[in-house]
């Protein structure tokens, strides 16, 4: 006697019957056309071993790669049709999979090589657009990072001599594969190699940050296939057959006296679910399906459509993680009350609760094995307080079709921009309204803040979903003493500091997360005592997203309509740099490490210009206007000069 054996995702299962779907595809998975095998076409049975036949028919025990041989030494397909170099196999590899891809502008910066770290370790496929591949590949040697497969199962494709000034070259084969895409871009500053100072190749704030950036995002809408919600049956209820998986679990399990029932509804399009809710002794009834495990994990959550009087139902479910009877995830939902309404419930209002109780400290749904859904509708919300929209006594409400699981669109276009452009707006040409600003916006070096609204109008404005981040200073993780958790806001009415890699985990959150779409924000480390030393998990930046408005409601939440464009205003007089510079906040900000450094030549690509400068942290020694230019000249020598070569410092 054979023993029954069946595979479930990779694993051979013996003996008891396990029940396991997955309705997610492998991330870096090739489909393959289908064939069908007629192999007595290439070669005849009675070629084959005799160990092949047994009782009469013919048992395929080894392998097809016997068949696959002989049809390849006899010159033939599996379909039994004549191939050209029959018998020559070759050693090259498979072309690696470019699909599902990040393309990611100005990858070789300080900033952008973090993003492509980031993205790589997350198993992301990465596409490195930059203007010097060789520059990049020594960008991306410190990570461990090399062209191709990665360890963790990311892919790197770089792509060579992509100048974002130039339209022309953002051209579709770019975009090959392509379904998101991240800029993180901007000017280069530095000194020439003629020992000027100056933008670096042309590449300047209109250049790069406002009119690269439309480039790109104009190219984005023309080659990225736009994402469309999507949406597919896991809990099926529109037969008898559908209902006959669910069985009820009302409060006579333990002493009540409520009753509720399942039924077709009268279209046989869905169910209806009806009863009593009896207060004493319990106070509740329910549903749930039996096991079947599935795995949503390549979805956002579940909705349902469904008609009724304005109760609030729980949806339960239950995951292989789950050992208790009395453990499961729970969210509470509204019914709406006489019309059909679709309800959205994302995994991440799903609650972890034991004995009717939240567990505050536990693990967030997974929703890779989900083995049950279950509904209730009880006096009772969460923790024991009671549900303001119980009625006892008779209920009836109706589902249309069944639970579904369902996938939002995600951002397919993120800038990542810089605090400050949204003030420097509202300023406009008003110089003592200036003066009264951060100094990023008093400075406004080549009218960069301007320039960078541009781009983001640009963005905002390209038919792509997309994302806006607006870092404030950056700087480098060795600046940092530690980690921190982060803060995020809107309306341009925060300033600070944050580490590169701190930005770069947030876009790798912020392009899986539906709730980013649409959305402004600008991010920054927190200062508060008790936020640092705390490392800042994925789930947790999603939470700073949910508390956050997207651009086309902002104003219903307070703030005020993105400001008109205006243009850049007259630079600032070397006097007025030295005035800027010397001020007490500057210098106070400065020795806190607050803000990040002005761009220098070797930064190319880098994102964000602020003027919080790097300086020295001893800037409070030097006092008064000698004592200002004292201070530029030494933060110049430090963090510029010190790139020349030394023939030229000499």
Not at 51 to 74: C, D
Not at 236 to 244: F, G, I, T, V, Y
Not at 334 to 342: A, N, R, S, Y
């Amino acid at each position: 006697m054979v023993a029954a054996l069946r595979v479930s995702h990779g694993v051979v299962q013996s003996g008891r019957s396990v029940h396991r779907r997955s309705l997610v595809p492998h991330k870096h998975c090739v489909a393959v056309p289908r064939q069908t095998l007629q192999p007595s076409q290439a070669i005849g049975f009675e070629n084959a071993p005799v160990e092949f036949i047994v009782g009469g028919g013919v048992l395929v025990v080894g392998s097809i790669a016997f068949l696959v041989n002989e049809a390849l030494k006899a010159g033939k397909d599996l379909e039994g049709n004549q191939v050209a170099n029959a018998g020559e196999l070759t050693d090259e590899p498979a072309p690696l999979p470019r699909e599902n891809a990040v393309l990611v502008f100005g990858a070789s910066g300080r900033c952008g090589k973090e993003i492509v770290a980031k993205l790589l370790k997350s198993g992301r496929t990465v596409v490195a657009a930059v203007r010097d591949s060789a520059k990049a590949m020594s960008a991306f040697k410190e990570y461990g990072i090399s062209e191709g497969a990665q360890k963790n199962g990311g892919i790197l494709f770089v792509e060579d001599a992509v100048d974002v000034t130039q339209p022309e070259m953002l051209s579709g084969d770019l975009f090959k594969g392509v379904t998101q895409v991240v800029v993180a871009t901007g000017a280069v500053f530095g000194r020439d190699s003629n020992g000027n100072m100056g933008y670096i190749d042309g590449m300047t704030p209109e250049k790069v940050d406002a009119k690269g950036v439309e480039a790109i995002a104009a190219a984005a809408a023309k080659f990225v296939p736009k994402q469309k919600q999507e949406d597919v049956m896991v809990i099926p209820m529109a037969s008898e057959k559908d209902l006959e998986r669910w069985q009820k679990l009302d409060d006579v399990i333990m002493g009540g006296n409520s009753d509720s029932a399942l039924g077709l509804n009268e279209t046989s399009t869905g169910f209806t679910w009806s009863g009593k809710l009896v207060v004493e002794g319990g106070g509740f009834c329910g549903a749930r399906s039996y096991p079947d495990t599935v795995d949503l994990s390549g979805y956002d959550g579940v909705s349902l459509r469904v008609k009724g009087s304005g109760e609030t139902l729980k949806l339960n479910i239950k995951t292989d993680d789950l050992n208790e009877p009395e453990d499961t995830y729970q969210a509470t939902f509204d019914v709406p009350d006489g019309e059909w309404g679709d309800v959205f419930i994302p995994w991440h209002e799903f609650v972890p609760v034991k004995r009717a109780r939240s567990v505050a400290d536990g693990p967030p749904l997974n929703p890779r094995a989900i083995q049950q859904f279950g509904l209730v509708y009880s006096r009772f919300s969460f923790n024991g307080f009671p549900n303001p929209a119980f009625k006892p006594g008779e209920f009836s409400i109706e589902f249309d079709g069944g639970i579904k699981a369902v996938k939002k669109v995600k951002p397919q276009i993120l800038l990542i921009s810089s605090a400050g452009v949204e003030r420097n707006a509202l300023v406009g040409n008003d110089e003592e309204k200036r003066k009264q600003e951060i100094p990023i916006v008093q400075l406004n070096p080549g009218g960069i803040l301007n320039h960078k609204y541009s781009g983001e109008i640009a963005v905002r404005s390209c038919g792509l979903p997309y994302a806006v981040l607006r870092p404030t200073g950056m700087s480098d993780d060795a600046d940092q003493a530690a980690p921190s958790l982060l803060e995020m806001s809107q309306g341009d009415r925060i300033t600070g500091k944050i580490a590169r890699s701190d930005v770069a985990q947030i876009v790798d959150a912020t392009l899986g997360f539906f709730d980013a779409t649409g959305k402004t924000v600008e991010i920054r480390r927190s200062e508060a005592s008790d936020a640092q030393g705390k490392s800042m998990a994925d789930t947790q930046v999603q939470k700073l997203y949910l508390s956050m408005s997207k651009d086309t409601v902002r104003t219903r939440q307070g703030l005020l309509p993105f400001p008109a464009p205006v243009d850049p205003p007259a630079p600032v007089s070397e006097e007025r740099k030295e005035e800027i510079l010397a001020d007490p906040r500057v210098k106070a900000a400065t020795e806190r490490g607050a803000g990040g450094r002005v761009r220098d030549a070797d930064e190319e690509n880098a994102t964000t210009l602020t003027t919080m400068e790097d300086a020295s942290r001893t800037a409070s020694n030097y006092e008064g206007k000698e004592g200002a230019r004292e201070w530029i000249r030494r933060w110049r020598a430090k963090t510029l000069e010190k790139q020349l070569p030394e023939e030229v410092k000499a």
